[in-house]
């Protein structure tokens, strides 16, 4: 299963280990609003509480690319305060897991 398929998969079941079990030790995520940057358990806390919040949702995942060295996809993301973003993300792969991930998005109305 490519790292793609199995983050869709937790996406779909709603399953934050598969999800995390997708990051690289040293994983560092990039945020799109400030520039600022998480380590994997700060990532992987702020992923595990998206996906337990039932007010939060992603439309219209796709693929744009996937190779061993680099995944791009898109989404849709519903956040609970009723905003909406499309979400460009970058991630870098390691040693078969995501090891950078950087994000753009732009505000929907």
Do not use: W
């Amino acid at each position: 299963m490519s790292i793609y398929e199995q983050r869709n998969k937790a996406i779909e079941d709603n399953d934050a280990d598969l999800f995390n079990d997708t990051l690289h030790d040293d994983f560092i995520f990039v945020s799109h609003m400030d520039g600022s940057s998480m380590s994997r358990s700060e990532a992987a806390e702020m992923f595990a509480g998206m996906m337990a919040n039932d007010s939060f949702e992603i439309h219209n995942m796709r693929c744009l690319y996937e190779n061993s060295d680099v995944l791009i996809d898109h989404a849709v993301y519903h956040f609970p305060d009723n905003t909406r973003e499309a979400v460009l993300a970058y991630h870098e792969i390691k040693d078969g897991k995501v090891i950078r991930t950087e994000t753009g998005a732009t505000l929907l109305t």
